[in-house]
């Protein structure tokens, strides 16, 4: 009995310190994996509106996106932030798309983000982070967990026809890569960038395209310099409308500055005349009527011009000044 005793007594004391190893192993391992994972950033923010945009784009808008990284108990900690935006649906990259479901197909407006106001520097999609414009940021020790701004800017794109409407992005989300040491020295950007460190935010952004129309622009019509008017003199110039896909418009021109009755007519300086049509169409048989509106399909609407052969009075320059109205 008593050498079985003794036997489990040492079996027992063996196992006492097969345990206490154990402990003091995953004790070590819970030291050392606290000591490499402790450090991390997370970011939030970052809803974008663009605001309203038409023909011309929009003006260039920002955002605050919060930056939060921890700091270590008894030394600074200096981390390397790269920030990137995926635009997941609708899928587009450059450049990046915000869709509106109201129109059959659902129509896309177009935009891109910006790292800076100037718009020099687009922010990729993480397939091209190698792209990312990095910074650094320094956290004292044990200070918590500060939080850095970082500036986002985004714009519609210019010359761009959709239907009026709010149009926003279902799923974008900004993904920031970090890398971090212990003291000063500051990581890498590829350091960064190559680190599986990284921390995400969804957001949304959005714009509203304004149910209006601009006329761009009306070209000048010049017939060019002439001793006689024995022969009928032809040009042609256009109008540029910008209006929302499916707007109804109408466009009049008025009788310029000088009429007699129904006829246009050019000035000089000494008060002479010259008389001049306007068309709608290349075999001046339809007639521009003073002040009378017509519905145009197209945003871009060729005037023609005809000056008949007659007698001129006096030398100089003869000019008239049109007023186009547009009517949507």
């Known amino acids: 009995m008593s050498i079985t005793h003794q036997f489990n007594r040492i079996k027992a004391y063996g196992l006492i310190k097969r345990l206490a190893c154990m402990s003091l192993l995953f004790l070590a391992y819970s030291i050392c994996s606290s000591s490499a994972y402790a450090e991390s950033c997370w970011v939030s923010g970052g809803n974008l509106s663009l605001g309203t945009a038409n023909i011309q784009g929009s003006m260039t808008a920002s955002t605050d996106i919060t930056v939060t990284c921890n700091s270590n108990w008894s030394q600074p900690v200096t981390y390397k932030i790269c920030m990137v935006v995926d635009s997941i649906d609708p899928a587009a990259k450059d450049p990046r798309t915000m869709i509106n479901y109201d129109n059959y197909p659902a129509s896309l407006l177009n935009y891109n983000l910006y ?3 100037a718009r020099t520097r687009k922010i990729p999609n993480s397939d091209a982070k190698n792209t990312a414009q990095c910074q650094s940021v320094q ?7 500060p939080s850095t701004l970082v500036k ?5 794109l210019a010359g761009q026809n959709v239907p009026a409407g709010s149009y926003k992005t279902n799923s974008t989300s900004i993904k920031l890569y970090y890398a971090y040491r212990y003291g000063l020295e500051v990581p890498s950007d590829l350091e960064a960038l190559a ?3 990284s921390s995400t935010n969804n957001i949304v952004v959005n714009s509203n395209y304004e149910n209006s129309c601009l006329i761009l622009s009306a070209s000048d019509i010049d017939f060019g310099s002439v001793e ?5 003199l ?3 110039g256009t109008i540029q409308l910008a209006c929302p896909m499916g707007t109804n418009m109408k466009v009049s021109l008025n009788n310029g500055l000088n ?3 129904s006829q246009r007519r050019m000035k000089n300086s000494l008060g002479s005349y010259i008389q001049y049509g306007l068309y709608q169409d290349p075999s001046h048989s339809n007639i521009w009527q003073a002040d009378t509106s017509y519905s145009v399909t197209h945003q871009t609407i060729p005037i023609y011009a005809m000056v008949p052969s007659q007698s001129i009075s006096s030398i100089g320059k003869y000019s008239d000044t049109i007023t186009v109205t547009l009517t949507y």
Do not use: E, F
Not at 152 to 156: F, K, R
């Open 139 to 145: 956290v004292g020790a044990n200070t918590g967990s």
């Open 259 to 261: 009429p007699l009755g």
């Open 234 to 236: 032809y040009r042609s």
């Open 228 to 232: 006689l008017l024995n022969n009928t």
């Open 195 to 197: 680190s599986q460190n």
């Open 115 to 117: 790292y800076d106001v």
């Open 152 to 156: 986002m800017y985004g714009q519609v």
